[in-house]
């Protein structure tokens, strides 16, 4: 399971830093993702990691302003927020595909957490 923290309030210009923790068995061979609620049951994916090689993919919104991480030791992933703006404001989720390849679809993704609220206002 994945169990992530960090989420809060901040005002715009301002940074952030989630943490996604993975209980249980090993992720090698995980692409773990950053995805945010956008309407109803979908969600955009923010960003990607792959934990073996360390490959990043960005959505096109946060490009620049926002860094996937990883530690391997700790078993958690990491998503740097820099530069906040109002319409970052979500419920961010950590996302876990055991995979060779990278998907950005939502649906590809066997494992959820449970999400952290992330607020940016003035």
């Known amino acids: 399971r994945f169990e992530e923290s960090g989420g809060g309030l901040v005002q715009p210009g301002e940074s952030l830093k989630l943490s996604c923790r993975a209980f249980?068995?090993?992720?090698?061979?995980?692409?773990i993702a950053w995805f945010r609620r956008t309407s109803g049951n979908e969600r955009e994916g923010v960003a990607y990691?792959?934990?073996?090689?360390?490959?990043?993919h960005y959505g096109d919104s946060v490009k620049g302003r926002f860094t996937i991480s990883k530690d391997n030791a700790e078993n958690t992933v990491y998503l740097q927020m820099n530069s906040l703006k109002p319409e970052d404001t979500d419920v961010y989720y950590c996302?876990?595909?055991?995979?060779?390849?990278?998907?950005?679809?939502?649906?590809?993704?066997?494992?959820w957490g449970q999400g952290t609220q992330v607020t940016v206002s003035s």
């Open positions: 249980g068995s090993t992720w090698d061979g995980y692409w």
């Open positions: 990691i792959n934990i073996n090689d360390g490959r990043t």
């Open positions: 996302a876990g595909r055991r995979s060779r390849t990278l998907s950005i679809t939502q649906a590809l993704y066997d494992y």
